[in-house]
Nanobody, 127 residues
Framework: QVQLVESGGGVVQAGGSLRLSCAAS?????????MGWFRQAPGRNRVFVAG????????SYADFVEGRFTISRVNAKQTVDLQMDDLTPEDKAVYYC???????????????????WGQGTQVTVSG
């Protein structure tokens, strides 16, 4: 099994920054897993935000965060971070970390592609 625990959410003013972190654990977790961040705003479906491949570290971003968010991973710590800059009220959502066991040649972007999910962390942007 794999456990994913998100941290780093909170309240920030528009234009500010937050750094989310996802800690992975469990006997079957592998650094070859692809990792992703999704978000769900109130009344909306959960959507892809950013993802990173497990083997070569290629990344992919949703258009609405391109240039503002950066995904990274530290395999030695089994963590995946999402640096979020220039936040706007539209970024308010619950942010989820997800893991996919591998097999896609590209960064998976669909919810159904992912096998494990964290419980989520709330991000609120005021102003």
């Amino acid at each position: 099994q794999v456990q994913l625990v998100e941290s780093g959410g909170g309240v920030v003013q528009a234009g500010g920054s937050l750094r989310l972190s996802c800690a992975a654990s469990g006997p079957t977790f592998s650094n070859y897993f692809d990792m992703g961040w999704f978000r769900q705003a109130p009344g909306r479906n959960r959507v892809f935000v950013a993802g990173i491949k497990g083997n070569h570290g290629n990344t992919s971003y949703a258009d609405f965060v391109e240039g503002r968010f950066t995904i990274s991973r530290v395999n030695a710590k089994q963590t995946v971070d999402l640096q979020m800059d220039d936040l706007t009220p539209e970024d308010k959502a619950v942010y989820y970390c997800a893991a996919e066991v591998g097999g896609y040649p590209f960064v998976p972007r669909r919810e159904d592609d992912y096998d494990y999910w964290g419980q989520g962390t709330q991000v609120t942007v005021s102003g």
